[in-house]
């Protein structure tokens, strides 16, 4: 089974940076689509960034497009959000998210959280201003 674990979590001033990763289980990271959500109170879970299962294409959401950055790490089982620029509105929390393996498609696909049968418990980001 696929178990999401993440963590990097905390409080930042505006414009400050943090670091969230997402361990996996098994192969997850190198053969899956991984996706990154975030959720305010009373807001729904919204897309923030992609990652191919190959690595070879990333997918942001306007609003984070410049600040933060998605990556993986295959030899960790690990994906990576760097965030910089931090907003007050950048408040949430940070759900990591894998897809079934080898799929994909174009980048509103990987925007759909319905696309995403694995979920992780979320890290609280909370930027003060």
């Known amino acids: 089974q696929v178990q999401l674990v993440e963590s990097g979590g905390g409080l930042v001033q505006a414009g400050g940076s943090l670091r969230l990763s997402c361990a996996a289980s098994?192969?997850?990271?190198?053969?899956?689509?991984m996706g990154w959500f975030r959720q305010a109170p009373g807001k729904e879970r919204d897309f923030v960034a992609a990652?191919?299962?190959?690595?070879?294409?990333?997918y942001y959401a306007d609003s984070v497009k410049g600040r933060f950055t998605i990556s993986r790490d295959n030899a960790k089982n690990t994906v990576y959000l760097q965030m910089n620029s931090l907003k007050p509105e950048d408040t949430a929390v940070y759900y990591c998210a894998a897809d079934d393996p080898y799929r994909g498609g174009t980048g509103r696909y990987h925007m759909n959280r319905d696309n995403y049968n694995y979920w992780g418990q979320g890290t609280q980001v909370t930027v003060s201003s």
């Open positions: 990652i191919s299962w190959n690595g070879g294409t990333t």
């Open positions: 098994g192969r997850t990271v190198s053969t899956r689509a």
